[in-house]
C-alpha cells in the first residue's frame, strides 16, 4: 500500500516536473535564436535538475520505504527485494523518459533552430529583395527629380537670356527708331532748306502767279469761298 | 455799288473820304475845291461813278456811301511770298468778282517763307495753300527717308 503510494507521488512529481520542462520548451520556440538557445540550455538544466531532483526524491522514498518496510511487521526479504526491484525499475524507467524527452528537446531545438535559419534566409532574401526594390525605386526617384530640376533649370535658363535678348533688342530697336527719326528729321530740315533755296531762286513771276490763282481754285473748290 | 480793291485801297479811300467830308463846308484853306484833286483814290471812283462834284450834297451822299460800302465788304486776307505787281493785283480782282463777289477787300500780305502758293484767311477760316505747307506734308506722308518714293 505505502509502495503504490510513494509511486503515485513520484509519478505526479514527474509529470509536474515534465510540464514544467515542457512549458520551457515551448516557451524557447516561440523566442528568438539567442533566447532559444538560452532556454534550451535552461530546459536542458531543468531537465538535469529533474533528474537529480527525482533521483534524490526516488532514493529518499525508497529509504523512507525501506525503513517502513524493516519496522513492518509484515516485512520479509521477499517484500523487500520486490520494493527494491520495482523502485529500481521505476528509477530507470523514469531516467529513460527523462533521457528520451532530453533527446526529443534537443531534437525539436535543432529542428527549430534549422526552421528560424530557413525562415531568416527566406526573410533575409526577401528583405534584400525588399532592400533592393526600394534602394532601386529611390534611384530612379532621384534620376527622375535631378532630370525634372534640370530640365527646369534648363528652362530657367533658356526663358531669362529669352527675356534678356528680347530687352536688348527692344533697346537696340529704341535706339534706332530714335537715331532714325533724328536721321529722318536732319533729312526734311536740309530737303526743306534745299527746296527753299531752289524754289526762291528759280520760281519766276509768271509761275508765282499761277500758282497763287492756282491755289485759289484749290480753296474754291474745297469750298472756302462757299457762303 | 461795287467796290473791289486792296487794304491799301480801302485805307486810302477812307482817309481821303475823311478829309473830303471835312473839306464840304470849309470856305478857306482846304476847301472840297482844293482837296478833291489832290485825292488818288476818290477821284477815279468818282469818275467811275459819275458824282457831279459841283453838287456838295451828292458829294456827300457818295463818299458815305463808299464809306458804307467798304464797312460792309467782305475782307479776303492773301498771304504770298512775293510782291504783287499791279498787273497781278488787277488780274486777282477779276477772280475774286468772278469767284467771290464784288464788294471784297483784298489784304494782300507778303512772307517769302512761304516759298509759293498762298495762305488765306476767309470768314474766320484759314487755309494754307503754300508751297511750304505742301512741302512739309509731303514728308510727313513718310515715317522715314527710306520710304520716299525714288
Redesign the interface.
Known sequence: MIYFILSIILSFIITVLLIVVYLAISRAQLANDKKNKDAYSQAIQMINDARMASMHIIKDAHLKALRTLENSSVFNKDLKREVETSIDHLTNKHLTSLDSLSRELEESYKKAVTEQKDKDITTIESASESMKSEILREVEEFKQTLQKETFESQEMVEQKVSEEYEKVKSQIEDYKNVE??K??EN??SI??IA??KI??RT?D?D???Q??????E???K?G??SK | MKLLVTARESENILEESDTLLRSLYKVEDGNFDNEYPRTTSIKPLFEELHVDVRNKQQVEKALNDIRDTLKDSQKIQLTVAFVPNEKFLDKLKIWTEQNVGTNVILDIRIDSGILGGVKLVFNGLYKDFSLIAKLSNYFKEYNNVSQLPR
Open positions: 532714325i527719326k536721321i529722318d533729312m526734311f530737303v526743306l527746296s527753299k524754289f526762291g520760281l513771276l509761275t508765282h502767279e500758282i497763287v490763282i492756282d491755289s485759289l484749290e480753296a474754291k474745297e472756302v469761298f
